[in-house]
């Protein structure tokens, strides 16, 4: 919703905010490719660069032994993305959605929704995985700059360190002290571990239909993906850039209904991608009932949304830039 607040105010657009509440995330790991677009999108090429770096990354998964590769990624809390992409205007509020009055000749009221309750109420649900974060503190001889990630009997671990000395813990699958008991790449690195909060759910889901001629929904109330791909971020900004785009295309006098095709096609085709890119990790995660239930729940989905795409037509616009074009004046 910041992106695509920050693009319409930069291309002369009135619009109003509608404040809203949503849990908060603790931690968020902003990988360099993702970095880079909100680098892009806000006009700052430093923005995070004061944030302590993720440079590597270890993975235990499928009863292999630990892999350590390169990573590049900054660690910022949501306090973080608020203060410098303006997400809260108005106290500790989280913008829930914008109405767009008026720019030039485009008069008719448009509404962007970011949280329920939304014009198209159905949501389509690809599995149920419940998660649980966790505060932890390290032991002193955890290695600096890396995360680490490791699929155990029942579930998944991602460990991400703060960069002083503490980190956050998500489990995916149940509750984290007992995953991480199952965890022997994870388990050793913790000193101390705190009770958690609630869960919440990290399946897989969009709305059954994201947009209409005078609205559209984003956020992640709207399409959510796993965080097995590490994506929700660059997925969040990237809906913004496309839903600013929409709108000042709309403005130009294309049609509402074409747009609307197009921005829900394109976003479903999003979730399509994601789910065939984690299933090789359900896949291989372990060979117990919980990896074979969310294995089948990510192969439905990905045949579902499948079938769905094949029903839309081609895209008739594309990006160019920050602006939605006619494909034939892209080429």
């Not at 990573?71 to 500790?92: I, R, W």
């Not at 448009?110 to 949501?123: C, D, I, K, L």
């Not at 960069?163 to 690195?189: S, T």
Request: hydrophobic content about 50%.
């Amino acid at each position: 919703m910041a992106t695509a607040a920050h693009l319409l105010d930069r291309a002369g657009f009135a619009f109003a905010r509608e404040p809203g509440l949503r849990r908060p995330v603790p931690v968020i790991m902003l990988s360099d490719p993702a970095l880079a677009l909100l680098r892009d999108v806000f006009g700052n090429g430093a923005l995070f660069a004061e944030r302590p770096r993720i440079e590597r990354r270890v993975v235990k998964w499928g009863g292999a032994e630990a892999v350590a590769m390169p990573h590049g990624a900054v660690v910022v809390s949501e306090d973080d993305l608020a203060n410098v992409l303006d997400m809260f205007p108005q106290g500790n509020t989280l913008s829930d959605g914008l109405k767009i009055q008026q720019c030039n000749d485009f008069n008719a009221v448009f509404a962007v929704h970011a949280m329920p309750p939304f014009s198209q109420g159905e949501t389509l649900r690809f599995g149920a995985r419940l998660s649980a974060t966790a505060r932890i503190v390290l032991k002193a001889e955890a290695p600096a700059h890396t995360c680490w990630i490791e699929a155990v009997e029942a579930g998944w671990l991602f460990l991400i360190p703060d960069g002083f000395g503490q980190a956050w813990l998500l489990a995916v699958g149940g509750d984290p002290q007992a995953l991480a008991q199952d965890a022997p790449l994870i388990g050793p690195l913790i000193d101390a571990l705190e009770p958690t909060g609630g869960q919440f759910d990290t399946s897989p889901r969009m709305l059954a239909q994201l947009a209409g001629e005078n609205w559209l929904a984003c956020g992640t109330s709207a399409i959510a993906f796993d965080p097995i791909c590490g994506d929700g971020t660059a997925q969040a900004a990237r809906e913004g850039i496309l839903a600013a785009a929409v709108i000042g295309a709309r403005a130009r006098g294309e049609d509402p209904a074409l747009l609307a095709t197009h921005y829900h096609s394109l976003l479903l085709a999003s979730l399509r991608r994601h789910l065939q890119l984690s299933l090789p990790f359900y896949a291989n995660g372990g060979a117990g009932r919980w990896w074979h239930e969310q294995y089948a729940a990510a192969r439905a989905g990905y045949e579902q949304t499948t079938a769905l795409l094949a029903k839309l037509p081609e895209p008739r616009f594309a990006l160019h830039g920050f602006d939605l074009v006619r494909r034939e004046q892209a080429a």
